[in-house]
DNA sequence: ACTGATTAGTTAGTTTGTCAAACTATTTTC
DNA sequence: GAAAATAGTTTGACAAACTAACTAATCAGT
């Protein structure tokens, strides 16, 4: 293994459990202390899409969680005040989940956080560095998705 | 926030929860299913010293987990077959962790599919791209270590 | 138009990982 | 040699995820 590969490894590993450490402590010491880094992330998943909501399944795919997990957490997320389950109309199956002014108050906080940490990131390199970081880490993301939807296809 | 910022920003959480999710279906699909990717992990932190063995206080700083998640944890695994605890002579507080030959050779097997995830990310991509991936994560990586500490601080 | 299959979501119960707080045991320091 | 610091443990709680069994709505084929 050359020293590309073992440095990767290690970093990502570590990297990736920094920041989770790291977001859990901001939210913690905001205002909204009633909410996870994992719920202000499912809040950014119901965000992506205004107009019509999202539904469970929707969330489910986007995040590679059960649907069981997203009901559970999502009527979590309602029971305080942060979304809201519409019943499709055309389609009696289908929930829609669309964030309340509270929740787009609190996401919008969140991603504030987020550019603030990639501004400090993005300091300092140039524009060809930070394109070869965002296609390397597409990279590796592409190879999990892919690895994930073979998985699931069984 | 520029293109970069979206995307990284984006990229980071989706490629992380990717990661954990290939990693553990790899891991329940293998020989060692009664292991978890987290178990793994702390197998990977404890290998790192292979001679003395790792005190639960190194690992513990190590994973930035609390010092009773580790011991927790640790006896899981000491239970379970993978890991060995041995109480210093100099110093009857400190623990050392060693791998069992069961835990090495478990933590080789897993150390072996990050080596394939890394190679396939590195496919394709230059010396020079590469060099710049470990950069951009590192800086990444420094940025989270510094505001965790300062965080410890407190 | 029925009926069986599929799809969307829910409920209940379990597991895993983490934490904080209170504790024991062993040095260190003064 | 008493007080403080350090290393680790125990306990009880909680969050987030899972699986399995379920309900309800829609679709498809005859």
Do not use: C, P, W
């Amino acid at each position: 293994m050359d020293l590309f590969s073992r440095e990767l490894n290690g970093l990502l590993a570590d990297t990736f459990r920094s920041i989770l450490k790291i977001e859990e402590q901001a939210v913690r010491n905001s205002e909204q202390s009633d909410l996870s880094i994992n719920e202000l992330h499912l809040l950014e998943a119901v965000a992506k899409d205004k107009e019509k909501g999202k539904t469970i399944s929707d969330i489910a795919l986007d995040m590679n969680i059960t649907l069981s997990s997203v009901t559970v957490a999502i009527n979590k997320l309602a029971r305080k005040g942060y979304v809201e389950k519409i019943k499709s109309e055309n389609d009696g199956r289908r929930v829609f989940v669309k964030l309340t002014r509270l929740g787009h108050k609190v996401n919008a906080g969140h991603q504030y956080f987020h550019e603030n940490m990639v501004r400090n990131v993005a300091a300092g390199m140039t524009e060809e560095e930070k394109e070869i970081l965002v296609r390397g880490i597409t990279k590796l993301n592409e190879f999990f998705k892919k690895r994930l939807e073979a998985r699931n296809k069984k």
